[in-house]
């Protein structure tokens, strides 16, 4: 089975992490800081500060995985039955978030045809209410690709500055744009100090899923003290982990980063290759990330993702796709697309797109 619904990738984890595990491994593992070992703060800060972003140590707080930054960032700004504004389709874990905040996530649709770049402002502010907290964006985007230009940027940080909101931004992917691109991340975003927050880990940037580490970013004192409440109340973040990701924060050159971002170029390339004159398939030419929302010639891709895995293969082999449905929040949508992370080495994402047009081809629902 070629898995293409997961973002799983397959390029190993660098050695420098390991080396440091083991160079730290104490005798008594015990109860780390709430906030994350000094070490691994201000090595993120020094990555930070390499992109030309100005943080201190105390602005940035170590979670158990992006996942818990991000709850943390809607228990911090919200309270029970508060509103978030996001663009579907999002990644389809933000359901689960929101319902462990006692949030209430207000979906704007963005548009294949557009490549899932944002509505206008007017579009946005219809769905503010007084309930409304924040904005949430995942720039570059999962389950999409999409890489917010710098325009989009400056019109969601109006948005939030004159509604008095905050701006939530998932920036896991931030290294990872193609074609000559560079991410903008909203801690540049000038005037907007106290109400920007990223949330950010380290699985896909040093392809380490399994360390569940992450991180919440913001220059907001007063945000940062109740989140630091959250984080002691869950004791400490992952302590051997956080040994490997300081060291390989520290250490990494550009030309690392560089050479992921052209094999996950490369991979969306082949993508782009195989899919590009199949019938009734639609989506734009991804612009980051490692993930493509594709529309495709059926009524209900649920059925037909089911169908592959239960009824289809192509001399004992099938492919695993995402039905995007649960990407989106509006009943109805996504039933016609599918999320594909290309993850796969070239000649298996190959083999992986050859068998999914087969069984699009022979699908009959």
Request: with cysteine; hydrophobic share 40%.
């Amino acid at each position: 089975m070629y898995h293409l619904n997961i973002g799983q990738p397959d390029i190993h984890t660098p050695p420098g992490f390991w080396e440091a595990v083991r160079d730290n491994t104490p005798e008594v593992l015990a109860y780390g800081p709430s906030q994350g070992i000094p070490q691994l703060r201000e090595a993120i800060r020094g990555y930070y500060q390499r992109d030309g972003i100005q943080l201190e140590t105390d602005e940035i707080l170590i979670t158990t995985g992006g996942s818990e930054a991000v709850v943390f960032a809607m228990l911090a700004t919200c309270d029970p039955g508060d509103e978030i504004v996001c663009f579907e389709p999002f990644y389809t874990n933000y359901n689960g978030f929101a319902t462990i905040a006692g949030v209430k996530l207000v979906p704007i649709t963005s548009e294949v045809e557009a490549g899932f770049h944002l509505p206008g402002r007017k579009v946005i502010e219809d769905k503010v209410t007084d309930r409304t907290r924040a904005v949430l964006i995942c720039n570059p985007n999962n389950p999409t690709g999409t890489v917010l230009r710098s325009e989009e940027l400056d019109m969601l940080g109006e948005v939030v500055r004159d509604n008095e909101l905050y701006l939530l931004a998932d920036e896991v992917y931030r290294d990872f744009t193609f074609d000559g691109r560079t991410h903008r991340s909203v801690l540049e975003l000038p005037g907007l100090e106290d109400r920007t927050v990223v949330m950010d880990s380290i699985s896909k940037r040093f392809s380490s899923c399994g360390a569940r580490l992450g991180d919440i970013v913001t220059r907001n004192a007063e945000l940062m003290a109740g989140i630091v409440k959250f984080a002691q109340a869950r004791l400490c973040p992952p302590t051997l982990a956080q040994y490997g990701a300081a060291a390989i924060y520290g250490s990494l050159s550009r030309e690392y980063f560089a050479g992921m971002v052209s094999t996950y170029q490369s991979r969306r390339d082949v993508l782009m290759e195989e899919l590009a004159d199949e019938e009734g398939v639609f989506f734009l030419k991804p612009e980051g990330a490692f993930y493509a929302t594709i529309r495709i010639p059926v009524e209900d891709s649920d059925v037909f993702a089911s169908w592959m895995l239960s009824d289809f293969s192509v001399n004992g082999e099938t492919t695993m796709v995402a039905p995007a449905a649960g990407f989106y929040a509006t009943p109805g949508l996504g039933k016609d697309e599918i999320r594909i992370a290309y993850v796969l080495n070239e000649d298996s994402m190959r083999k992986a797109l050859a068998i999914l047009k087969e069984g699009l081809r022979r699908f009959e629902g």
